[in-house]
């Protein structure tokens, strides 16, 4: 009953299938699909694949050194850069950020630090992923009606 820790049901249970050790160093961007666990250091941007509900877990011996984005994120380690969840950000007792979140929910734990900006997204206006507008091709567009139109 008291002491115990229940993980979220917020975070959808996911199968790790990268690990970076505690030992590894390494320099460039990551992308991931699943579910990754990260103990090591990341120079560069760590992100989950578009249209994925991707899992990050960065333990307390891990660090990241660049922008963070994914589906859910448990955080217990050291991230400077930005971090956009699209889903749910876990920032345990460990966890020191600096640099901007944005997430559709949050939970911090006591002992957690942000240094920058908490923004809560909208749950209907998702954050686009870079793509492109369709070409209108010479087309006439008509104008948009604002009210009732009036007869």
Request: with cysteine.
């Amino acid at each position: 009953m008291f002491g115990s820790k229940k993980s979220s049901p917020d975070i959808r249970r996911t199968k790790f299938t990268t690990l970076i050790a505690r030992d590894v160093v390494l320099a460039g961007d990551l992308e991931f699909a699943e579910g990754l666990r990260l103990d090591g250091h990341v120079k560069g941007n760590v992100s989950g694949k578009a249209d994925s509900q991707a899992l990050l877990v960065l333990s307390e011996h891990g660090k990241i050194t660049g922008n963070v984005r994914g589906y859910d994120l448990i955080v217990n380690g050291t991230i400077f850069g930005d971090v956009i969840a699209d889903h749910f950000v876990d920032l345990q007792a460990n966890a020191h950020v600096t640099g901007n979140i944005e997430y559709l929910q949050l939970r911090m734990d006591c002992g957690a630090t942000v240094d920058g900006k908490l923004t809560k997204r909208d749950a209907a206006a998702p954050v686009p992923v870079a793509a492109p507008a369709p070409a209108l091709a010479g087309k006439p567009t008509a104008p948009a009606l604002i009210g009732p139109a009036k007869v």
